[in-house]
């Protein structure tokens, strides 16, 4: 499967917090195969700039475009191509990864089915698939909650610290999936403080002081 | 790539969250319990007397039910927004008003149809005669799903606090007063053998107005708690 083609684009953003300017005049262009490292340190900003990006917060001025519209004048188009994931997971402790995973789906794709067979699968969550996910280790959280990127057929994905408590293998492989993603002409958002080994698509850095 | 319906999307929905409040059910059996130990604290200060009782009876269940619809608010958006799914939610192509309108239908389920079923049993040991009975469990009826559908604009409001218990009463409970003089009334007037329709159809005029404006505002809240 190929994406079609698509623009994500910025215009003059600008955000204060407070007596704080987190990001001023802020403009980027991406392309299909083309990935955004979001870097800066703690504070900078990086999650509240991902925000701004998904359409949850608002930034003071500025624009955001998706296949030249604004994102607020074309939530069901622009929401129906994303998916994000922040510092909360997003999956409820009472249900396991599956029923977390079915849920999820049941609001966005009518035939993402067998995939999420397959996702649990390669992100090595058969043992715990029975579980609640609030007797997961915060590692095997994170796994269920990136798993829904190997569902989705989203173009844009927007991860916030997506290695944060994964093993190296965990890391290795949202390397791995993110790579593919970008082959497929997908485009990515993502936001740490290392550097990243992406092995296709062309990295558009980003840095928030 | 299909997206689902509004129907399929509000099935899934209603389906997680009854599960979820089966798992739960301790949670969800409190306001239930603070329902039936208010209702009989009245009888306790002022006096056993049956003519007494029997007078204030229509007010108590339905101070208690409004106090313990009030309570339950806080476990409808709390969770899913600490756990980052009703973020989920807002950035799913669905509509954010109807997935929270779905999200307080199946809310009142468990905590409004409950006062409901339990209002008579209550109502008895207050002396209400038989035949008042339909008219109190009709105004609860239709009066708990308008108290569910305020008091959801309210947890909308406070979700993002990590205190909002008191807010929330503070914010919904003066709204909520029309409800109680209506829903009140109608027992009072079924008691004295006169006719209820008046204050019924209030209800129920007041509870399409909430059901049809409440999601609304309810998502804007929600939109401004998530930044």
Redesign the interface.
Known sequence: MKFTESSFKGRNLTLWRGDRCLFQNLGFTLGNSEWMHVMGGNGSGKTTLLRVL?????AESGDILWNDRRIDRS??DY??S???M??????????NPEENLR??Y??????AGERIEMAIERMGLQRCRTLSCRYLSAGQRRRAALARFLVS?ATLWILDEPFANLDVKGRELVEEIVSEHLEKGGMAILAAHHDMQISSGTEVPVELS | MQTPGLVDSALALLVRDLKLGYRRLGELANPLVFFLVVATLFPLATSPEKELLMEIGPGIVWVAALLSSVLALDTLYRSDMDDGTLEQMALSPQPLAWLLLIKTIAHWLVSGLPLVILAPLVAQAFFLPADAMPAMVASLALGTPTLSLIGSIGAALTAGLRRGGALVAMLVLPLSMPILIFGARATDLAMDGLDVTGPLNLLAAIMFLALSLGPIAAAAAIRVSLD
Do not use: T
């Not at chain 1, 922040?86 to 249900?95: F, I, N």
């Open positions: 998904c359409g949850l917060s608002m939530r069901f929401h129906s994303m998916i994000y922040g510092h909360l997971e997003g999956l409820k402790g009472d249900m849920f999820h049941q609001l966005r794709d009518k035939q057929q």
